[in-house]
């Protein structure tokens, strides 16, 4: 069964750093698209970050760009999203993804939520003093 299984939620002050994990098990992450989505209260779920099955292809949300960093451990099967300099607009529930298609992530500046196959359940990320 294809699983993934967000952590590393939690209450952060507003200056402050998270690293998200997500953890896949039933299938291999190193050739699949993933992604980070977040959806905050009363507001759509957006992109975060994505990037493509072969690494070539990086995406960032502009309200992200240069505090936030995606990466993957295909030896652990895991995904990460490090979120640094947190601000409280920052606060939401924050989804994985991930798509074996190749094309997935490739256009330049678009993170696709219907691109994406498999979901995690979310981990609450809340940014306040």
């Known amino acids: 069964q294809l699983q993934l299984v967000e952590s590393g939620g939690g209450l952060v002050q507003p200056g402050g750093s998270l690293r998200l994990s997500c953890a896949a098990s039933g299938f291999g992450l190193d050739y699949y698209a993933i992604a980070w989505f977040r959806q905050a209260p009363g507001k759509e779920r957006e992109g975060v970050s994505c990037?493509?099955?072969?690494?070539?292809?990086?995406n960032y949300a502009d309200s992200v760009k240069g505090r936030f960093t995606i990466s993957r451990d295909n030896a652990e099967n895991t995904m990460y999203l490090q979120m640094n300099s947190l601000k409280p607009e920052d606060t939401a529930v924050y989804y994985c993804a991930a798509d074996p298609s190749y094309s997935t992530c490739r256009v330049s500046g678009l993170i696709r939520m219907y691109e994406y196959r498999h979901w995690g359940q979310g981990t609450q990320v809340t940014v306040s003093s």
């Open positions: 990037i493509s099955d072969s690494g070539g292809s990086t």
